[in-house]
């Protein structure tokens, strides 16, 4: 081979990589959990997640902010009885995701405030502006403001003989840490480029749209996690009564539908959990809702 040819076999495969390590389009999700649907207005109350995120070659990386609120059952509390103080956490996130078409892993990291500093009170009192709901005291929540810094590690996995998406990971962390394993049944054409984030407990963009794959699915699912800390729980809502104590084994069930679309998706779930501290009156319920768009 001469040396011009030799540039030129050089010139096309640095060519060649370059088109193969080109940038998908940049795209935005939003995840919003909240209780409004059922009308309840307690413990884990409201979610909220926006990122951003780029594709190469196979690979994502997401930037965004999450917040979350928990709140005791005001509606239905009275002195003597026991409940959560509430609070809030806000965290920026950094995340990577690797997948396929049977395979789903992200590697997510979190760090931000668990406390006062997190909003909580200011951000419910302007909700409830516009939604009505009973007026918590605030100034019973979780003392002091707290770091609150995680790692998240997830896989999803397709059963090829059954379409059954298994899911297992950990999130290490200083306010929260537990392991969890579940699985879901998916139904539906458009059913391969969506995950759950209920189900994954990380964050969880739709695949990047194609216009060959489109349509809707459903699915319905369980899982369950060992906690081995959880700092959201401890302070009782009630003054000078003993703390509530946290479980260390919580269940969830899950139910929803999912539509893609040649530039996004819609994404729809119902959940229903476990007690997550003994003194939880009953079993907690919330739905997600979650937006992706393509820019």
Same mark, same amino acid.
């Given at each position: ?7 030129? =076999? ?12 080109? *940038?998908?389009? !940049? ?29 190469? &070659?196979?690979?994502? #990386? ?32 950094? +995340?990577?995701?690797?997948?396929? =078409?049977?395979?789903?892993? #992200? ?41 609150? +810094? ?23 962390? #200083? ?8 699985? *879901? ?23 990047? !749209? ?9 699915? !319905?699912?369980? &899982? ?29 069930? !899950?139910?929803?539908? =999912? ?7 819609? #994404?729809? =779930?119902?959940?229903? *959990? ?17 937006? &992706?768009?393509?820019?």
């Amino acid at each position: 081979m001469t040396r011009r040819q030799r540039l030129a =076999a050089l010139a096309l495969a640095v060519a060649s990589f370059a088109a193969g390590a080109a *940038e998908e389009p !940049a795209r935005w999700y939003l995840q919003v959990d909240n209780d409004v649907v059922f009308v309840t207005d307690r413990w884990y109350s409201s979610g909220v997640r926006i990122a951003r995120v780029s594709g190469r &070659n196979g690979s994502e #990386t997401e930037f965004g902010l999450v917040h979350e609120i928990y709140v005791p059952e005001q509606r239905n509390w009275e002195p003597g009885k026991a409940d959560r103080a509430p609070t809030a956490r806000v965290m920026l996130n950094a +995340a990577f995701h690797q997948r396929d =078409a049977l395979r789903f892993d #992200t590697l997510e990291a979190q760090v931000g405030v668990r406390g006062p500093a997190a909003l909580g009170k200011e951000t419910t009192e302007l909700v409830h502006r516009a939604i009505r709901a009973d007026d918590v005291d605030w100034s019973r929540q979780l003392p002091g403001n707290h770091i609150d +810094a995680s790692l998240v590690a997830t896989r999803s996995q397709w059963l090829d003989s059954i379409p059954l998406r298994m899911h297992a990971g950990a999130v290490v962390g #200083t306010q929260l840490a537990f392991v969890h394993l579940g699985g *879901e049944l998916r139904l539906g054409p458009g059913s391969r480029d969506i995950d759950f984030q209920v189900m994954r407990f990380a964050a969880t963009p739709p695949f990047a !749209a194609r216009k060959d794959d489109v349509g809707w699915s459903v699915f !319905a699912g369980a &899982n369950a996690r060992g906690v081995a800390r959880n700092m959201l729980v401890g302070r009782n809502y009630d003054p000078g009564a003993p703390d509530v104590h946290m479980k260390s084994v919580v269940g969830r069930f !899950a139910a929803g539908a =999912a539509w893609t679309l040649d530039r996004g998706s819609i #994404t729809f =779930a119902l959940v229903q *959990e476990t007690r997550e501290f003994d003194e939880q009156r009953r079993p907690q319920r919330f739905g997600s809702l979650g937006l &992706n768009w393509n820019f």
